[in-house]
């Protein structure tokens, strides 16, 4: 775990120029770009700010899907779904984690240090096939992607 945390910190003080993406599972992405889920959860903090590319990864939250009456055969995975941008992220509390509840729709109470990845201005892009990993991912040129505005 430490080692994780280490590793993060190292990729942050990188530069992010260009482009950047998160992936998160469906159907919390979908959630994200129909505007009913404006912060995102993290077990880890982040410097960055600015434009990010939202990224459907390849698994799906079964359970959500269930919870919020997706089926998974109408999620798209595997692909940029959208943007935003990252406005701010913040260490959940026991009362931001209830009083934004509606925001991040995440069920029961944090068992550990939990982020709220504050986003606006989500636009929707057609699908682009992306391969994701964790973290935020650096994106060099992908064509199409600067197209969709």
Known sequence: MRSEARLRRKIERKSFSGEVALSIRQPWVELILNGRKTIE???WSTRYRGRLWLHA??????????????????????????RCELFD?????????????????????????????????VKRI???PFKGRLGLMKMDSLPGVRNEQ
């Open 57 to 82: 990864g390849k698994q799906c939250d079964r359970n959500a899907i269930n919870m919020f009456g997706f089926e998974k055969s109408e999620l798209v995975t595997g692909a940029l779904l959208g």
């Open 89 to 121: 992220c913040v260490e959940f509390s026991c009362k931001t984690w209830d009083s934004w509840r509606d925001l991040h729709l995440n069920a029961g109470q944090p068992n550990r240090r939990l982020y709220a990845w504050v986003l606006q201005d």
């Open 126 to 128: 057609s699908p682009i």
């Open 41 to 43: 959860v993290r077990s």
